[in-house]
Each structure stands twice: as structure tokens, then as C-alpha cells.
């Protein structure tokens, strides 16, 4: 009974991800160029420093081409090499999530913040929403939360410090976007649900496998 109603509440919690991402995509397509959004890259960029800067350029490291693909691979092959085998063919298929955000992007066609409106420290390519890098670090980085809270023989140093480490990106990626003048906020509010959303059929697959081939 415990089982099902676990499975149940995982279910409806999908749903209204995937509700709140479809009902935010309507709205954004039609409203490219949102007030509240200004008004909260205005208030965050009002801290800019030059180290300020470079901290939030380093924290968005780790989503640019092809430094995004690179980790993941690498990572990936780690897990491989440390006959984690299973688990670094997981961590490879996130790469499928570039697929993704790009067809969704090319779907709603909103165009990145300007100068006009913000200030610009990074200039990107492709179109906004939702954000790519918001995206890719829920789920690489939460993926990695979840891999290192099930895995048992990993020790117990590594495990923290890739939690933590996982946990400090995810938590500041959006407002580093943000900062960069690269995203609006609802940006990596679409970028988060749908990273969650993916993150929901990795872990399904993942740990269903897990219980038939133990």
C-alpha cells in the first residue's frame, strides 16, 4: 500500500511539473518581454562587481558549449571506469536533454534580454526560454545528488563533497543567468520545471532496472 501511494504522489507531483512548465510556456510565448522579469534583473544586477562577475561566469561554466558536453561525458566515463557501468550510461543520456531545450526553444522563439533592458555581461546565442543551463544543471547535478545518496561503496568524503558542490550549483545557476543578463527570471523558472521533469524518467528507468537486475 505504501508502494503505490509513494508511486501515486510521484506521479501527481509530475503532472503539476509538467502543468506549471506548459501553463508558463503558453504564457511566455505570449508575453516575450514580461515586467516582473525586468524589474528582477534589475534588482540583481544592482550588486554587479567585477569579482562578482567572474564568479557568476564560473558558475555558468559548466552549461557552456562544449564544456557542458565535455563534463558529462567525463564524468560519465568516471562512473564507467570505477565499473559504476550502469550508472555512467545513465548520466550519458542527460545529453538527449540539448535535444530538448532546443526544440522547445526554437517552439516558443523568445529572444534573449538586450541591453536596452539589462545589463549584458554575457551575450548568447539561440533563442531564451527556457534556460539551457538551468535545464542541464537540475538534472546532471540532482541526478548526481541522487546517485550519490543511493550508492553505497562510495566513500563517504566523495560523496559530500559531490553533493554539496551539486547542491551549490543547482541553488545558484538561475540568479548567476540572471546576473549574466543571458536569461529573464521566467527563464529559469521553465528551465528548473522542465529539468525536473527529466530528471523524473531517468530516475524511473534507472532504479526500475536497478530492482530486475540487481
Known amino acids: 500500500m505504501s508502494i503505490l501511494l509513494k508511486r501515486n504522489t510521484l506521479i501527481f507531483i509530475l503532472l503539476v511539473l509538467i502543468v506549471a512548465f506548459t501553463g508558463l510556456s503558453i504564457f511566455i510565448a505570449q508575453h516575450p518581454i514580461f515586467d516582473a522579469d525586468i524589474k528582477i534583473s534589475l534588482f540583481i544586477q544592482q550588486f554587479h562587481a567585477d569579482w562578482l562577475d567572474k564568479v557568476m561566469l564560473a558558475i555558468s561554466f559548466f552549461g557552456e558549449l562544449p564544456y557542458s558536453l565535455l563534463s558529462v561525458v567525463v564524468v560519465a566515463a568516471i562512473f ?38 539589462v545589463r549584458l555581461v554575457e551575450v548568447n546565442r539561440f533563442q531564451s526560454y527556457p534556460s539551457g543551463h538551468v535545464l542541464s544543471y537540475t538534472l546532471f547535478f540532482g541526478f548526481l545528488i541522487i546517485l550519490m545518496y543511493n550508492l553505497e561503496n562510495i566513500p563517504k568524503r566523495t560523496k559530500n563533497t559531490v553533493t554539496y558542490l551539486s547542491a551549490f550549483l543547482i541553488v545558484t545557476i538561475a540568479p548567476s543567468r540572471i546576473y549574466l543578463g543571458a536569461h529573464w527570471f521566467t527563464d529559469t523558472v521553465g528551465g528548473f520545471l522542465l529539468g525536473l521533469i527529466c530528471l523524473f524518467p531517468l530516475c524511473y528507468f534507472y532504479f526500475k532496472k536497478k530492482r530486475v537486475n540487481p
Open 80 to 117: 564507467y571506469w570505477k565499473k559504476y557501468k550502469r550508472e555512467g550510461i545513465f548520466i550519458s543520456t542527460v545529453l538527449l536533454s540539448g535535444l530538448i531545450i532546443l526544440g522547445i526553444k526554437n517552439v516558443i522563439n523568445r529572444p534573449r534580454p538586450t541591453a536596452f533592458y
